[in-house]
């Protein structure tokens, strides 16, 4: 964040966050990218023993009760690793949502706690085969029977799938009912007819284990109903908030490891003569970035300030909406102006920057795509 716009308490945990990130081996960060290691399990589990997973959460339950202010400037911080290893980090905060709103004391002690004291792995089943940003096309079905609910249905692209402990996953327990009155959210663990298989080749953000998720007549107890029956959708616009917060706060960082590396090595290599960072076609591009970088940091400040003072929904919806878009944007256009600095050698894997680029690439598509997020943006802006 920008340095004015912090507390001494956001300084503190900010500088926590920096030694954590300091202590990520490299070697998993490039194992991760080989495929060589499915999903980070030892990360998670140190950030959790420094008490850094589940900031916003209560801390009976293992978290800081921290806002949303507090927590995207650890998050940036953690994206300076890519979105891997960040998606590891943020996706307590994001299963955790549903589960600290609409969760009862119950579900809380058995799935939150844990969740945030690393001692389990969670990841949101959400999107669907041909489903694509449609939540609610929804096909997966769950069928009451007794105690039980019989879900029964395929989600894809779900980070976390090879070694997660339990699912949060949304299905269609009303087949005749309206689109948005029809889905129920539900805690799936881990077990009989749970299929979940870690395939497939991406271009970037790999070893965070994403995969499909299969559900064959799985058996789930009543109990794990989060929320009402048919209520999902309460608890998907709730949940595009930490899903869009963590992605714009994420791609900050992401963007800013690009730029300081980029930068580095416009100070110390020459051309003609003269240090490049001398030539305007480089130093305009470092301007521009740390300019967009800057404004990115300013509106995702902005939007957690909306979101952490009970501002107007539909106002906080847009301007979350905003942030992710904006971030996500113009972390794309730093790394690509990172690797225009730098040249031939970006393109290669001796440094970072190919790597934090195909990572990039994604977070523009995650989470709903950008235009989706420029419909509820003009949607928002014309109902005001």
Same mark, same amino acid.
């Given at each position: ?10 300084? =503190?945990?900010? /500088?926590?966050?920096?030694? $954590? ?17 499915? !999903? ?32 995207? %400037? ?11 290893? *960040?998606?590891? !980090?943020?996706?307590?905060? &994001? ?32 999107? =669907?085969? #041909? ?13 009451? /029977?007794?105690?039980? !609910? ?7 692209? @779900? ?5 997660? /402990? ?6 269609? +327990? ?10 129920? *959210? ?33 058996? %789930? ?13 309460? @608890? ?9 917060? +963590?992605? *714009? *706060? ?13 930068? #580095? ?11 490049? #960072? #001398? $030539? ?7 301007? /521009? ?32 909406? =905003? ?5 996500? =944007?113009?972390?794309?256009?730093? &790394? ?5 600095? &730098? ?23 995650? +989470? ?12 928002? !802006?014309?109902?005001?």
């Amino acid at each position: 964040m920008l340095e004015a716009m912090l507390t001494d308490d956001q300084r =503190e945990l900010r /500088d926590q966050v920096r030694e $954590f990130v300091r202590w990520v081996p490299r070697q998993l960060i490039l194992d991760m990218d080989a495929d060589r290691v499915q !999903y980070p399990r030892d990360f998670v589990q140190e950030a959790a023993r420094r008490n850094l997973l589940g900031l916003r959460f209560p801390r009976e339950y293992g978290g800081r009760g921290l806002n949303w202010e507090d927590e995207i %400037v650890a998050i940036e911080e953690v994206g300076v690793l890519g979105t891997s290893l *960040a998606c590891a !980090y943020v996706m307590p905060s &994001i299963v955790g949502e549903a589960l600290n709103g609409f969760g009862t004391t119950e579900q809380k002690k058995r799935w939150l706690e844990p969740l945030v004291s690393g001692e389990k792995i969670a990841a949101e089943a959400l999107t =669907e085969p #041909r489903g694509g940003s449609d939540f609610f096309g929804t096909t997966t079905q769950a069928r009451r /029977d007794g105690d039980h !609910y019989v879900l029964s249905g395929q989600k894809r692209f @779900i980070v976390g799938a090879a070694k997660s /402990d339990f699912f949060l996953v949304y299905a269609r +327990t009303d087949p005749k009912g309206s689109p948005h009155q029809s889905i129920s *959210a539900f805690i799936v663990e881990r077990g009989p007819g749970v299929e979940a298989e870690y395939l497939y080749g991406l271009l970037g953000t790999r070893g965070g284990g994403t995969g499909r998720l299969v559900l064959r007549d799985v058996r %789930v107890p009543a109990e794990n109903l989060i929320g009402k029956e048919h209520g999902a959708s309460d @608890i998907f616009y709730r949940m595009m908030i930490p899903e869009r917060m +963590t992605s *714009a *706060a994420g791609a900050i960082g992401m963007g800013r490891a690009a730029l300081e590396v980029a930068t #580095r090595d416009s100070d110390r290599r020459k051309a003609f003569g003269e240090k490049i #960072r #001398r $030539f305007q076609a480089v130093s305009f591009k470092v301007a /521009d970035s740390v300019t967009m970088l800057d404004a990115a940091r300013g509106l995702v400040y902005a939007a957690a300030r909306s979101v952490d003072s009970n501002d107007d929904p539909a106002r906080s919806r847009r301007l979350v909406s =905003e942030a992710k878009k904006f971030a996500t =944007e113009a972390s794309w256009q730093v &790394i690509n102006h990172a690797m225009q600095i &730098i040249g031939g050698i970006g393109y290669t894997n001796v440094y970072p920057i190919e790597r934090l680029l195909r990572d990039a690439r994604l977070i523009m598509i995650w +989470t709903v795509t950008n235009e989706v997020m420029d419909l509820i943006i003009q949607h928002e !802006y014309y109902r005001e």
